[in-house]
């Protein structure tokens, strides 16, 4: 029988079986930040433990730096202390570090695949559930929890129960104004918050290979949203491109040798899936969430659903959403206004998702009363937006461009939605508080986000495409 991709890179980094337990795998990359490794180093400490493989340990600050005059001391304390303890660990225990002020640093998420660290076949884990983001490249990886953090640290080993196998198909073209974010909105919205507990997923079909690598890690992020272990996508002539050239890529001889064994990396024909689901890509449209989970989404033309679509048992969850987020059942969202649009994370911060909302803003101005944030994932991204005058555009547009970070994916920095306000973000969470205490958070793609910057309200962005 033929295995599936997940299984070969599996297979390929069991170092032992423990019977009737877990595997203990091996892990080819660490990546690491502020707030999950404190304690772990910590952990080390008290054992008197080196850190097993420092050179496969990459360490950046993202979730708490401020995205405004970063060359300043951070104003709140704990994010300072978070920060400069990461900074002290590094140093301590020998590994790179890409803090404030490097021209790596970024959302760890991002700057691994743009430094070309994350390559095809790797095993890669974080302190950090949107790990999944790495599995565009046809990597298995995934967030792990801060004790896990410490074994890796030890040891460059985790224990590991194997995941039942998912495959999602999305077969043809999409629509005009619809994009990754809108697929994988839809995807969770389908099959719930909670749909792919278990599950190792893996996406194919034409409209997923039509995607660039960008794109790809729009959707491999927010697999984690629909409960799966992680999310990958087999690597393709787009991957290899992407990653050529990379500064920690391999050349000459190892890239060729790399080459040879990535193209290996795909699911053989027979390989068993516990669980496949067909999309049709034309089903999908501009989504967005109305609710407090990523699964509570909808097309932007849709409605909130009524009281006697919902489940019995799931009224009383459905009804304290509503109330928080101040919506009524069966409600439209499209034209409901917003204070704030945020258009960042790890999710959709990349040159790709700028250089979009770019394009469809320029000569716009956006609505009064609209807060327009914009944070690169990374200081290359930051810069690539410069020398191709993108910021300027957004500066013309009313748009601040700011400085990278986590920012307003979640209340643990500076950039904080205020209570009450109403927020459509690119980012993957619209969790109670998420953005803020009582923040309400619309999540959508990075086009729906700037037409709503310009309109001042939900808007279809099919309507202003021409």
């Excluded at 991709?5 to 599996?10: A, G, N, R, Y």
């Excluded at 967030?143 to 495959?167: F, H, N, Y």
């Excluded at 999710?347 to 914009?374: C, H, P, Y």
């Excluded at 690119?426 to 729906?448: D, I």
Aim: hydrophobic letters at 40%; one cysteine or more.
């Amino acid at each position: 029988m033929g295995l599936s991709l997940f299984e070969k890179i599996w297979n390929k980094h069991v170092v032992k079986e423990i019977e009737g337990g877990p595997s203990v795998l091996y892990i080819d990359t660490h990546f690491i930040h502020e707030v999950t490794s404190p304690q772990a180093f910590k952990g080390l400490e008290k054992r008197g433990l080196p850190v097993f493989r420092p050179k496969q340990v990459v360490a950046t600050a993202d979730h708490n730096v401020p995205t405004i005059n970063q060359h300043l001391p951070i104003k709140e304390e704990l994010s300072r202390i978070q920060v400069q303890t990461l900074k002290d660990n590094c140093e301590k225990f020998g590994i790179e570090l890409y803090g404030l002020g490097h021209p790596y640093q970024g959302i760890v998420h991002v700057i691994g695949p743009e430094l070309g660290i994350t390559q095809p076949g790797m095993t890669i884990v974080c302190g950090d559930s949107h790990t999944s983001t790495h599995g565009a490249f046809g990597t298995m990886a995934f967030g792990i929890g801060t004790s896990e953090v410490e074994m890796v640290l030890a040891t460059q080993c985790l224990m590991q129960s194997k995941p039942k196998l998912m495959r999602i198909n999305v077969e043809g073209e999409l629509n005009k104004g619809v994009v990754s974010k809108d697929i994988i909105l839809y995807i969770i919205s389908l099959i719930s918050a909670s749909g792919a507990t278990g599950y190792a997923v893996e996406y194919a079909g034409s409209a997923i290979r039509s995607l660039s690598m960008e794109a790809r890690m729009t959707i491999c992020n927010m697999s984690i949203e629909m409960g799966a272990r992680c999310g990958m996508i087999a690597p393709d002539d787009i991957t290899f491109d992407y990653i050529k050239g990379r500064e920690f890529a391999p050349a000459g001889e190892k890239w060729d040798d790399a080459l040879a064994y990535w193209k290996t990396l795909y699911s053989d024909a027979d390989a068993k899936f516990d669980k496949e689901i067909n999309i049709n890509a034309a089903d999908i449209e501009p989504m967005i969430t109305y609710g407090t989970n990523p699964g509570m989404g909808i097309g932007v033309s849709g409605h909130v659903p009524a009281l006697s679509e919902i489940d019995e048992k799931e009224k009383p969850s459905f009804e304290k959403s509503l109330h928080y987020m101040g919506l009524q059942p069966g409600a439209n969202i499209k034209g409901k206004k917003v204070d704030y649009v945020f258009i960042g994370s790890c999710t959709n911060s990349r040159i790709e998702d700028l250089r979009m909302v770019a394009s469809f803003v320029k000569g716009k101005q956006k609505a009064d009363g609209v807060e327009v944030w914009i944070v690169p994932g990374s200081k290359q991204v930051e810069q690539q937006a410069k020398n191709e005058g993108i910021d300027k555009i957004f500066e013309e547009a009313g748009f601040m461009l700011r400085q990278p970070g986590c920012s307003a994916c979640l209340g643990m920095n500076e950039d904080k939605i205020p209570a009450g306000k109403y927020c459509i973000s690119t980012s993957n969470r619209n969790f109670e508080g998420r953005q803020g205490p009582n923040a309400r958070t619309f999540l959508a793609s990075p086009l729906s986000a700037a037409a709503a910057a310009i309109t001042g309200e939900v808007t279809d962005v099919r309507e202003m495409i021409p």
